[in-house]
């Protein structure tokens, strides 16, 4: 079949007043073609109307694709089935001609980037070996989409703690941020909606302005935009983690930032430079890091249990064990637990990321042999915060009750909390001085004090009955 600008040439030749035969001579072709061509007038293509097997059979087609969930194997079958002289590819050809399960292909575009517009944020999982064990890792990665300039680290999981010590590590790598940081709808981020109506969580949105910059999510099914990122997790598995063992994340992660220098470093043909070189011109648009940026840290409440230690994920630390039934603060950053008592830090480890297991710090321990001495229980806390006056027979009265002394505590508490305070100080000052811890005793004591207030007695009206 002759193409267009033949059939423009043999047209053209005619209206010049040359033959049919010459025209032919002159571009190499039949006789014939050339008349076809004549006789058609147009310099268009037709196009070849030929019939089409499957023509018959489209709406049992269309029916049998949603009935077989659009495998077009089992279509064919029940085509066969019923008498139908086609062919598989011919089944597969009129399905794409006519569109019946296939969605037209959409064209490829290109985003293009100044420098310190946007940076893109996306995790991935891969398979690493850490510990001498294949484990599941969450690959977090971030990209400045202007230099392709690349920092990653590797995580057990990515929760939204985990998110911002990461991002808080990427910027200060990068050592500043820019305009906005692209996510791929991640649920760390995202409270609600997707594409441009996402709607960040208020706790990450107030970490993205602390560095000035926006969250922002592409479309629902435009992975593309985000290409900036996605791309390179191939070149992580199969370059990084490729032959690499670690002995645990901290490894993981220190290997990952000599990996992360070396390839910022490398030149790359299709830009024309190293992301290093290309970096240099965009670290003056970034948006500066703040004066001082604070470790991010996890905030936990918990009762020091009877071992002397507090539970994080699993995993115990110890305190000082003095403190067993205390509620302390426990502060979990990327790499440390910090223990505190309001605001003084007791106790610093190192954070652990395996297995649940134990953390101890020698001084916290009592001395080998000896045993931790019991500390005061509540009713004790709550008389001497009282009556600080009376903490001295508090002490004896302890001692001299059975046990811990809760029960005679709890009881010296009512009397404190019914009777009034004078009253009851004084006649606990005369039982701590005489040595009396008879509690019925020293009640009948507080009543005689506090009877002539109470119960008068005697008078002139008295007398005279």
């Known amino acids: 079949m002759l193409d267009e600008p033949t059939r423009t040439t043999i047209l053209r030749l005619h209206q010049e007043g040359h033959g049919s035969r010459r025209i032919a001579s002159a ?6 073609a050339v008349r076809d061509v004549l006789k058609n007038g147009r310099a268009e293509v037709p196009r070849l109307e030929r019939p089409e097997k499957a023509n018959p059979f489209r709406d049992e087609i269309v029916r ?3 009935e077989c969930k659009g495998n077009l194997v089992r279509v064919h079958e029940n085509l066969v089935d019923a008498d139908a002289a086609l062919s598989y590819q011919a089944l597969t050809a009129f399905c794409r001609r006519h569109g019946i399960g296939h969605v037209p292909p959409k064209p490829a575009g290109q985003y293009h980037f100044v420098a310190g517009e946007e940076m893109q944020h996306d995790t991935s999982p891969h398979d690493a070996k850490i510990g001498g064990k294949i484990r599941r890792v969450q690959t977090a990665s971030l990209v400045l989409c202007f230099s392709r300039m690349i920092f990653i680290q590797l995580h057990p999981s990515f929760t939204r703690f985990v998110c911002k010590t ?15 940081c692209m996510i791929d709808n991640t649920h760390a981020v995202v409270l609600s909606g997707t594409g441009k109506a996402m709607v960040p969580v208020p706790e990450m949105e107030a970490f993205a302005e602390r560095f000035s910059f926006r969250f922002v999510a592409h479309e629902k099914g435009d992975a593309n935009r985000s290409a900036r990122v996605e791309r390179p997790f191939d070149f992580v598995d ?8 670690f002995e645990d994340f901290a490894d993981a992660n220190r290997q990952a930032l000599i990996w992360c220098d070396k390839v910022n470093a490398k030149h790359r043909k299709h830009l024309h430079a190293a992301p290093r070189e290309l970096f240099a011109t965009e670290q003056p648009h970034l948006r500066p890091l703040p004066l001082w940026v604070p470790d991010v840290y996890q905030l936990h409440h918990r009762i020091v249990d009877v071992e002397g230690y507090v539970s994080v994920h699993g995993s115990k630390y110890s305190v000082p064990y003095p403190l067993i039934g205390r509620r302390l603060e426990v502060r979990e950053t990327k790499d440390e637990i910090q223990v505190f008592d309001g605001p003084r830090l007791l106790a610093t480890h190192s954070k652990i990321l395996e297995a649940p297991a134990r953390s101890t710090i020698p001084a916290h321990r009592p001395p080998r042999g000896h045993a931790a001495p019991p500390g005061p229980i509540e009713e004790e806390r709550q008389l001497v915060t009282a009556a600080p006056e009376i903490a001295g027979y508090v002490a004896a009265l302890k001692k001299h009750a059975a046990g811990r002394g809760t029960l005679a505590l709890r009881r010296l508490l009512r009397m404190l909390r019914e009777y009034p305070r004078g009253a009851f100080c004084d006649a606990v000052r005369a ?5 009396l811890y008879d509690l019925d005793r020293l009640e009948r004591m507080v009543l005689r004090g506090i009877a002539k207030d109470f119960f008068p007695t005697g008078g002139d009206e008295g007398s005279s009955r």
């Open 431 to 435: 039982a701590h001085t005489y040595g």
């Open 27 to 32: 571009l190499g072709i039949s006789r014939g």
């Open 238 to 245: 199969n370059n990084f983690l490729a032959g690499r063992e």
């Open 64 to 66: 049998l694709y949603q």
């Open 166 to 180: 990461f991002l808080t590590d990427a910027l200060r790598y990068f050592g500043g941020a820019c305009q906005r």
